[in-house]
Nanobody, 127 residues
Framework: QVHLVESGGGSVQTGGSLRLSCLAS????????MAWFRQASGSEREGVAS???????NYADSVKGRFEIFKANAENIIYLQMNSLNPEDTAMYYC?????????????????????WGQGTEVTVSS
């Protein structure tokens, strides 16, 4: 059973930075994709960034140039470096994962592509 645990959320002021971490356990898939999603109060969950086991990344337009998704040397940890934060980035941030051993994903920032989800970590950006 895959288990995802996010950490690193917190409160910052506009222009500040945070780094989120997602630790995956129980993962035995050779090829995979992991992603960050966020959900603001009263809004739909939206994809932020994804990275697959080959290192290919995708970003939402709203975070391009400000956020970076990357993997640690240990394959079971991914990070989301968030810079130049603004109040519109305030949300609960979720880590998600999916195996690519038997399928491909055409839209890596769509939540229905993912089977495994963490519990979330909250990010608050004040003006």
């Amino acid at each position: 059973q895959v288990h995802l645990v996010e950490s690193g959320g917190g409160s910052v002021q506009t222009g500040g930075s945070l780094r989120l971490s997602c630790l995956a356990s129980g993962y035995t898939h050779r090829r995979y994709i992991m992603a960050w999603f966020r959900q603001a109060s009263g809004s739909e969950r939206e994809g932020v960034a994804s990275i697959d086991s080959d290192g290919s990344t995708n970003y939402a337009d709203s975070v391009k140039g400000r956020f970076e998704i990357f993997k640690a040397n240990a394959e079971n940890i991914i990070y989301l470096q968030m810079n130049s934060l603004n109040p519109e980035d305030t949300a609960m941030y979720y880590c998600a994962a999916e195996s690519l051993d038997m399928r491909t994903i055409l839209r890596p920032l769509r939540q229905w592509e993912y089977t495994y989800w963490g519990q979330g970590t909250e990010v608050t950006v004040s003006s």
